[in-house]
T-cell receptor, first 115, second 111 residues
């Protein structure tokens, strides 16, 4: 009964490089959410996806960030040309449905460090 | 727009003492409310959630929270703290899909 899986757990990039973060939802879950946690802050919503569709990207920065959840394979959060301010923990969550009462189950996170 | 405010970024209690972590919400309609716990370098684990059924919600590890509409509050309590309760606790609100989190309260438990 595997939970939400994220990899890598730790990622180090130099400024200007690309970062790819992967998230495999719990079995049977088709709804994926990405959140970002900056140091000493709470989690901030970034994007909500269902298979092959972006449902809500109101929290995504306008540039350099993109997300996908293909029909097959994990969800990917991609950050192009990373800057120091992108250093944060990125959490993925999944849920079985889209109702507000559905619990979101969180992965262990990917900690991105930009040098 | 919904939001949550967690009063007190740090709370310290002695082992065996009452734990009280405060959360106030702002919402134009009754929201759904959640408490999550985060242990160091780990993801978030759901403690409990309020979904408009019973106002007193019991969760895991002996925690409970009471939804008080008149006070727009959803405070988290535990009668007797354990050392293993030391962690960061987040209150969250939602009306649609995304969770809106508070800034968190770090709980320290002293022997």
């Amino acid at each position: 009964n595997a939970g939400v899986m994220q990899n890598p757990r730790h990622l180090v990039r130099r400024r200007g490089q690309e970062a790819r973060l992967r998230c495999s939802p719990m079995k049977g879950h088709s709804h994926v959410y990405w959140y970002r946690q900056l140091p000493e802050e709470g989690l901030k919503f970034m994007v909500y996806l269902q298979k092959e569709n972006i449902i809500d990207e109101s929290g995504m920065p306008k540039e350099r960030f993109s997300a996908e959840f293909p029909k097959e394979g994990p969800s990917i959060l991609r950050i192009q040309q990373v800057v120091r301010g992108d250093s944060a923990a990125y959490f993925c969550a999944s849920s079985p449905g889209q109702r507000s009462t559905d619990t979101q189950y969180f992965g262990p996170g990917t900690r991105l460090t930009v040098l | 727009a919904q939001s949550v405010t967690q009063l007190g970024s740090h709370v310290s209690v002695s082992e065996g003492a009452l734990v009280l972590l405060r959360c106030n919400y702002s919402s134009s309609v009754p929201p759904y409310l959640f408490w999550y716990v985060q242990y160091p370098n780990q993801g978030l684990q759901l403690l409990l959630k309020y979904t408009s059924a019973a106002t007193l919600v019991k969760g895991i590890n002996g925690f409970e929270a009471e939804f008080k509409k008149s006070e727009t509050s959803f405070h988290l309590t535990k009668p007797s703290a354990h050392m293993s309760d030391a962690a960061e606790y987040f209150c969250a609100v939602t009306l649609t899909d995304k969770l809106i989190f508070g800034t968190g309260t770090r709980l320290q438990v002293f022997p």
